[in-house]
């Protein structure tokens, strides 16, 4: 493949989506693909560039080349009042120039979330992940219920992407079931990466 890595990109405030990231990261890796995880940095209404240049600890930002050079891309949120936090949207607001020139098109895409609360607008928030994405035209994989997870789930997931319910205190583990949900959207675009890389061939 001329793009071997699948582009884990998140926004994280208290850990559970990073972790959702990771199982994901998970599940391309078992495909044999590499999973490049990447965050990008809080916004601040008072100055434009506070955040340093490489975190603390976690993921490092992630820059545009990162995105125009993998060849799939899982992207995760907490929900925002039933939206994507700002931070990812600000992101995703500067990515025209990949937009005009169509580097993303064809190219699988899924979205994943954690919210505080069971019903916190966990499927709004992975709509309103995928709307860019399909301005960029890139082909939007979800969950099947074929994946037995998503029968089973007493907790997140749903068929437009893996979710997790944190609870009220941002503390609870994911259960096995979206564990596996999260594993299996890894599995799902990087094995629909490799075989659009060999239609093309």
């Not at 693909?33 to 340093?52: G, I, K, Q, W, Y």
């Not at 545009?64 to 925002?80: E, I, Q, V």
């Not at 941002?170 to 949900?181: P, T, V």
Request: glycine letters at 12%.
């Amino acid at each position: 493949m001329n793009a071997s890595y699948i582009l884990v990109l998140y926004y994280s405030r208290h850990g559970a989506t990073a972790e959702m990231a990771r199982q994901i990261a998970r599940g391309i890796e078992q495909t044999g693909l590499e999973a490049r995880l990447r965050t990008v940095p809080a916004v601040s209404t008072e100055c434009e560039a506070v955040a340093p240049s490489i975190p603390e600890q976690g993921a490092v930002y992630a820059t545009l080349d990162d995105l125009k050079n993998c060849a799939g891309l899982a992207l995760g949120s907490p929900t925002r009042f039933g939206n994507m936090a700002a931070p990812l949207k600000y992101f995703l607001d500067g990515t025209s120039g990949l937009w005009l020139t169509g580097e993303l098109v064809g190219k699988p895409a899924g979205v994943f979330t954690s919210t505080s609360s069971l019903h916190g607008g966990q499927e709004s928030t992975l709509l309103s992940m995928l709307l860019p994405l399909l301005h960029h035209g890139m082909l939007v994989l979800g969950l099947p219920y074929s994946e037995n997870a998503l029968l089973e789930t007493r907790g997140g997931g749903t068929p437009y992407g893996p979710s997790h319910h944190a609870g009220t205190d941002s503390k609870r583990q994911l259960d096995d079931n979206e564990i596996a949900l999260c594993r299996a959207l890894g599995q799902r675009i990087a094995d629909t990466a490799k075989r659009l890389e060999n239609v093309r061939g």
